[in-house]
């Protein structure tokens, strides 16, 4: 699912465009199942909720961040990095510019995690809703629009539960860098309670599109 200007766009393009090689493939499927292996099951369990510490609350935003004590963090930042730049280059619904052979050059192994690159991370918990805490995003699979992070350019994606934050570019605040699943000193993961505007901006569209393919294979664990 493609959510753009308010708008779900069914497509399965950045899953059915032949980028790599039998071998990278392969790479790249052992980071789709790390972070299926954190993602909310069909169950309605979430085992990375279990990996997190105690959550502390940032006065600033209001956000409560755990410490990923047991979270396969450069796993995770590593998917994060290869999402954007499969939808860069298999369907262009994301634009890496000079920034994108970084990425390439990264996840085919012959170069360290790109320094132009921040992941963040995000799961969706309600704790006064047990029996149903990740809903409605548990089950959601969809890349959200674009947009820019102060002197940056941020991309977004949910997949079932987890949102993940990919920023991309030169100059950082020091919110990023502490956030990062790998240049933070400390890791850390959001802690989520969808909104009011969280559910209207994204929930309303689930209806009109569904994942396919390997991605709609997720949503039914």
């Known amino acids: 699912m493609l959510i753009a200007d308010g708008v779900a766009t069914q497509t399965s393009a950045q899953l059915t465009s032949h980028l790599l090689c039998e071998q990278c ?10 972070a299926a292996d954190a993602a909310y099951t069909r169950s309605g369990e979430c085992p990375i909720i279990s ?9 600033e935003d209001e956000v409560s961040f755990a410490d990923a004590v047991d ?25 890496l510019g000079p920034y994108a052979e970084d990425a390439r050059s990264f996840l085919v192994g012959e170069a360290p995690f790109p320094r132009a690159f921040r992941v963040l991370l995000g799961v969706y918990f309600d704790p006064a809703r047990p029996e149903s ?13 674009s947009d ?19 920023v991309v570019g030169q100059h950082f605040s020091p919110y990023f860098d502490e956030l990062c699943l790998h240049h933070a ?37």
């Open 51 to 59: 990996q997190l510490g105690a959550e502390r609350r940032r006065s």
């Open 71 to 95: 979270v396969e963090t450069e796993q995770l930042a590593a998917f994060g990095v290869s999402v954007v730049w499969r939808l860069h280059a298999g369907s262009r619904h994301v634009e």
């Open 133 to 145: 805490p990740g809903d409605p995003m548990a089950t959601m699979i969809a890349i959200l629009a």
């Open 25 to 34: 493939e392969q790479r790249l499927g052992l980071l789709d199942r790390s």
């Open 148 to 166: 820019r992070a102060e002197r940056a350019r941020r991309h977004r994606f949910l997949l079932c539960g987890l949102q993940f934050e990919v």
């Open 185 to 221: 000193t400390t890791k850390q993961v959001a802690v989520l309670i969808p909104s009011a505007n969280t559910l209207r901006s994204i929930g309303k569209t689930r209806a009109s599109a569904r994942p396919v393919g390997r991605l709609a294979r997720l949503a039914r664990r």
